[in-house]
């Protein structure tokens, strides 16, 4: 249950300021860590500033979505939110500038399948992916352990559909509404929209949910405001102000969700090609050494194991 739940406990924050306060904390432990060459007056020019890293996440975001649609075989939407909420996890206590969210958010997206039982080979992932798919099949599986640490082994996500299901059922059982399945596509595009906002990092599952059946509802011109406070709260009336307040944020996130402007995000990529941490840029030589350098070192550790089990057996 949600209630009790590592994304109620860990991921689940009081207000947008706290969130961006903790994007704001990682630049600048960025800039501080990499910055030491670089003067003063020439880090506003050459670092991204938190602004621009969450312009450029946006973007990221849309691109999540749009490779999550075209994947085949058809992805279930729970594998999808969950893949938005590893995304935005990973970034409130890392940079972009650190790890480059076009590596993390294929990851996010194959570790999501793992969780929500989307039974995908890599092969078959990567298969989805344009370009050297044998590198983006090492980036993904080097990239994995990194992502499952940064989450702190929280893998478990509660999605709205699931509530969704459930009002959907509650509301042809107990209101007058008829034919509640034309409200579906309504939510189902409300939903979609709410994951470019940073709604599931505020607000619980049931609470999206029941945003996105109003939303529904007074787009198909009906009014589901008496199903809410004399049905559902019924004998819960104390709970509703609290709620209202909660559903209205939601709707407006939603509402004021705007696409970046894609020629403000091709600057930023430039700038962030710059000044990405190329130990982590698999295209870098320092990447590829640490590579060679680290399976050297598995190897190492498998012969000295393999010997020394010969020993023990003679």
Not at 82 to 100: A, I
Not at 131 to 157: C, F, P, W
Not at 203 to 225: F, K, M, T
Not at 234 to 241: T, Y
Request: glycine share 2%; net charge negative.
């Amino acid at each position: 249950m949600f209630p009790l739940s590592s994304q109620k406990k860990y991921w689940t924050f009081n207000n947008e300021q706290h969130l961006n306060e903790l994007r704001k904390k990682q630049n600048e432990k960025f800039q501080e860590t990499h910055g030491e060459a670089e003067a003063e007056d020439n880090k506003l020019d050459y670092f991204l500033d938190s602004s621009e890293e969450r312009l450029l996440l946006k973007q990221y975001e849309i691109y999540l979505n749009d490779f999550c649609r075209r994947f085949e075989p058809i992805m279930p939407k729970c594998v999808v939110g969950t893949s938005f909420h590893y995304f935005k996890r990973f970034y409130l206590h890392n940079s972009p500038m650190d790890f480059h969210p076009k590596e993390i958010l294929a990851t996010c997206v194959y570790l999501a399948c793992k969780v929500e039982e989307f039974n995908v080979s890599i092969g078959q992932f990567v298969n989805n992916i344009k370009g050297d798919r044998n590198k983006a099949m090492d980036i993904i599986l080097s990239s994995e352990m990194l992502l499952m640490q940064h989450l702190n082994y929280y893998l478990t996500v509660h999605n709205p559909y699931r509530p969704i299901e459930g009002f959907l059922i509650d509301i042809k059982t107990r209101s007058s509404l008829t034919n509640a399945e034309r409200l579906r596509q309504h939510i189902d595009d409300f939903i979609e929209k709410s994951f470019f906002t940073d709604a599931c990092l505020l607000y619980a599952p049931s609470q999206i949910a029941l945003a996105a059946v109003l939303h529904a509802a007074s787009r198909e011109q009906e009014n589901l405001d008496s199903y809410v406070t004399d049905i559902l709260f019924n004998g819960a009336r104390e709970k509703l102000p609290l709620l209202v307040e909660a559903i209205r944020k939601i709707r407006l996130m939603v509402k004021q969700y705007e696409i970046p402007a894609r020629d403000k995000v091709k600057t930023i990529e430039k700038k962030l090609e710059k000044c990405r941490n190329q130990e982590n840029n698999p295209d870098s030589e320092i990447y590829k050494e640490r590579m060679r350098k680290m399976f050297c070192d598995d190897d190492l550790e498998i012969d000295l194991q393999a010997n020394s089990a010969a020993d023990m057996s003679v």
